[in-house]
């Protein structure tokens, strides 16, 4: 299978042979795979290695690129932060309690692509290329669908992460995507309920940074019936379609470059206009926003803003 033509860095490379050669497999991996066929820039990299126990894995990359960053060791990952890679070995999860930090992990670096690729949460990240070779893994076809523009679950799996659906309200704004039916009828019957705060407002920001249409995750949490969990959102929403849809207009006319004042513009626009309709906003964004640094600048700017209109 063809591939768009794509540069990897030297020390990526490099990190693929030296796993060759200790008898083992490196795979790219996740979301770079999906951006190099959309021909975007690609800055980080997943490497998932196939057929090496993790602490050779580990040995191999202490000896060759010094060093790294254990966090995630447990779970199979092992970032070098200095070239922006994170080396993974393929594992098998199930899930243990109704966090979303409750599930166990059993590390199978002997289970086939396919098997690995099964936890992956869409088709369009489930994609691996094998860079000796050139050639596409696609278990679950995930190209076609990439290249259709559909948004589909992987596999059953997908019920154990509720935070998959916000992932899928940020991909959808990023690469406007249209929801498969079977994955918008899962993610109604999933909740936000056990998500840490932290974890859904990340999946916000990634949508306003990376997004030039915002208003399609928005959108989608319409489809999946997730618009109900921010209050002040789906009572506007409900009540006041058409100073709704104008929110969303607007939200998409963010003309500002930089990551960390386009995420105050779009947070001030949305508390901004939700004030201007009468509807208070001002409890649920304290709650939303759960860096405390950055609500504090929010809320300056709204009153700000607040006081212009009254002068």
């Not at 899928?168 to 039916?181: A, I, S």
């Not at 998409?252 to 947070?267: E, F, L, Q």
């Not at 409890?283 to 300056?300: G, V």
């Amino acid at each position: 299978m063809t591939l768009p033509n794509f540069e990897i860095p030297e020390y990526c490379r490099y990190l693929i042979k030296c796993v060759q050669e200790a008898g083992g497999k490196a795979i790219l991996v996740g979301g770079c795979v999906r951006d190099i066929l959309l021909n975007r820039n690609i800055q980080d990299f997943d490497i998932e290695v196939f057929g090496l126990a993790l602490g050779k894995v580990r040995d191999i990359l202490k000896r060759r690129f010094g060093e790294i960053d254990l966090s995630g060791y447990k779970f199979g990952v092992l970032k070098l932060t200095s070239y922006r890679i994170d080396v993974s070995i393929p594992r098998i999860e199930w899930v243990t309690g109704h966090k979303h930090t409750a599930f166990e992990v059993q590390l199978a670096p002997f289970i086939t692509y396919a098997e690995a690729a099964q936890r992956r949460d869409f088709t369009i990240n489930s994609m691996g290329i094998d860079l000796t070779s050139g050639v596409l893994w696609d278990p679950f076809r995930g190209k076609n669908d990439l290249q259709a523009g559909i948004l589909k679950h992987v596999s059953s799996h997908f019920f154990e992460d509720p935070l998959r659906v916000l992932r899928g309200m940020q991909f959808t704004g990023r690469f406007h995507l249209k929801l498969h039916p079977h994955t918008r009828s899962m993610c109604q019957k999933m909740s936000p309920e056990n998500l840490s705060r932290r974890k859904v407002f990340d999946e916000f920001k990634k949508l306003f940074v990376e997004s030039h249409h915002p208003s399609r995750g928005f959108l989608f949490l319409q489809q999946v019936n997730w618009l109900q969990y921010f209050e002040p959102w789906y009572r506007c929403q409900q009540e006041l379609p058409d100073p709704w849809n104008e929110i969303l207009k607007i939200l998409d006319h963010c003309n500002i470059d930089a990551d960390s004042k386009r995420i105050v513009w779009m947070c001030t626009t949305l508390w901004q206009q939700l004030e201007r309709v009468h509807i208070a906003c001002r409890n649920f964004f304290r709650q939303w926003i759960y860096d405390e640094e950055l609500f504090k600048q929010i809320l300056s700017n709204v009153n700000l803003f607040s006081t212009r209109e009254v002068d």
